[in-house]
């Protein structure tokens, strides 16, 4: 079946440090791939997707390539803030068929100290 | 925010009991899912809505059920409530390219 895996945190960094957060996904066909935020008592927040193979999504200084040949979808940030203290979830949906169902990762926590 | 309101904030039950959680949607999504998200995992999908209709399912037991009233808001009903419910239960609406979840409700279960 479907999976995402991601590593495992806690990552801890100080502010203006470069992040990644890698994340790669098995699924047959052709999935979308987003990853979402989680601040602390707080729901799930859309951060950025991407819908084909090359794809960048970005948003608020993150970034991430869906690459079909390594199956990855890695988050990158060239210089983090305090306020990006989070968990964050990657998380594929199949196809549209498939409906809305999201397949996620286990959570990545980060830490930013100033 | 994302227009998306859950009900109760949180919520502490026994063992065997019953319990009701509520989801609003998002004004004009007609689609809801539902989602379990235990302690330091990631969320795990329980079912969708569609229509007032379920439209797919995660592993979840029978006692795992849900509602979609015509006003598109939903709730989520589980049975014989075991120690392992205890979680995050996050609820999503969605239009045709993104979902938006709700805050979620914390049930505790002792």
């Known amino acids: 079946g479907d999976s995402v895996t991601q590593m495992e945190g806690p990552v801890t960094l100080s502010e203006e440090a470069f992040l990644t957060i890698n994340c790669t996904y098995t699924?047959?066909?052709?999935?979308?791939l987003f990853w979402y935020v989680q601040y602390p008592g707080e729901g799930l927040q859309l951060l950025l997707k991407a819908t084909k193979a090359d794809d960048k999504g970005s948003n608020k200084g993150f970034e991430a390539t869906y690459r079909k040949e390594t199956t990855s979808f890695h988050l990158e940030k060239g210089s983090v803030q305090v306020s990006d203290s989070a968990v964050y979830f990657c998380a594929l949906r199949p196809n549209k068929a498939a409906g809305n169902k999201l397949t996620f990762g286990g959570g990545t926590r980060v830490l930013v100290k100033p | 925010e994302t227009g998306v309101t859950q009900s109760p904030t949180h919520l502490i039950k026994t063992r065997g009991q019953q319990v009701t959680l509520r989801c609003s949607s998002q004004?004009?999504?007609?689609?809801v899912s539902w989602y379990q998200q235990a302690l330091g995992q990631g969320p795990q999908f329980i079912f969708q809505y569609y229509r007032e209709e379920e439209n797919g399912r995660g592993n979840f037991p029978p006692r795992f059920s849900g509602l979609q009233f015509p006003n598109y808001s939903s709730e989520l009903n589980v049975n014989a409530l075991e120690l392992d419910d205890s979680a995050l239960y996050l609820c999503?609406?969605?239009?045709?390219?993104?979902?938006?979840f709700g805050p979620g409700t914390r049930l505790t279960v002792t």
């Open positions: 999503a609406s969605s239009d045709r390219v993104e979902q938006y």
């Open positions: 699924a047959t066909g052709y999935p979308s």
């Open positions: 004004s004009g999504h007609n689609t």
